[in-house]
T-cell receptor, first 112, second 113 residues
């Protein structure tokens, strides 16, 4: 299975601190995506990084990808209480797969 | 305007009943999906359609039948509901399959009693 595995499963930090979440996967990928899910809501796309990219930024988000280690990390800088949510990585396999395979998610709590 | 909308948001029903969940997207995307999220938040793909054609059918009981009348709509019909079907079902769409971002609906929380 190419399913991603996020680490840690849960993370609790104070506002203003940085939050780092990791994702590992098993097979070669075309891209890796990060999504956020607020409680009781649908998933919202955050960032997509392609297999030939190593780092990508979007606002306070920084994503890295290491295809040799089959891992990615999501860094949220200067966290806010509104960042409290579950974060999922999802991978698209190389070679024509039409599906995204999601990991189990990291539940982030940012305390005011 | 809501990009991907699904109805109903909540569905409580008895075992053995048949129910449908509807999904519509106004983004002009070619690909639509159904995902199931269990109580542990694990999200698993069930079906994927591209231009009304079924392209992914994961190991899902045949009590679940998707229908895509046009590329903007993907409905999910479930026959003979079981307790284990209780979950949150998400519809999603994308332009370019898994190689681009997916847009998700707000989910339908199905509770089978």
């Amino acid at each position: 299975s190419q399913q991603g595995e996020e680490d840690p499963q849960a993370l609790s930090i104070q506002e203003g601190e940085n939050a780092t979440m990791n994702c590992s996967y098993k097979t070669s990928i075309n891209n890796l995506q990060w999504y956020r899910q607020n409680s009781g809501r649908g998933l919202v796309h955050l960032i997509l990084i392609r297999s030939n990219e190593r780092e990508k930024h979007s606002g306070r988000l920084r994503v890295t990808l290491d295809t040799s280690k089959k891992s990615s990390s999501l860094l949220i800088t200067a966290s806010r209480a509104a960042d409290t949510a579950s974060y999922f990585c999802a991978t698209a396999a190389q070679g024509g797969s039409e599906k995204l395979v999601f990991g189990k998610g990291t539940k982030l709590t940012v305390n005011p | 305007d809501t990009a991907v909308s699904q109805t109903p948001k909540y569905l409580v029903t008895q075992m053995g009943n048949d129910k449908s969940i509807k999904c519509e997207q106004n983004l002009g995307h070619d690909t639509m999906y159904w995902y199931k999220q269990d109580s542990k938040k694990f999200l698993k793909i069930m079906f994927s359609y591209n231009n009304k054609e079924l392209i992914i059918n994961e190991t899902v009981p045949n009590r679940f039948s998707p229908k895509s009348p046009d590329k903007a709509h993907l409905n999910l019909h479930i026959n003979s509901l079981e307790l284990g079907d209780s979950a949150v079902y998400f519809c999603a769409s994308s332009q370019g399959g898994a190689y681009t971002e997916a847009f998700f609906g707000q989910g339908t929380r199905l509770t089978v009693v």
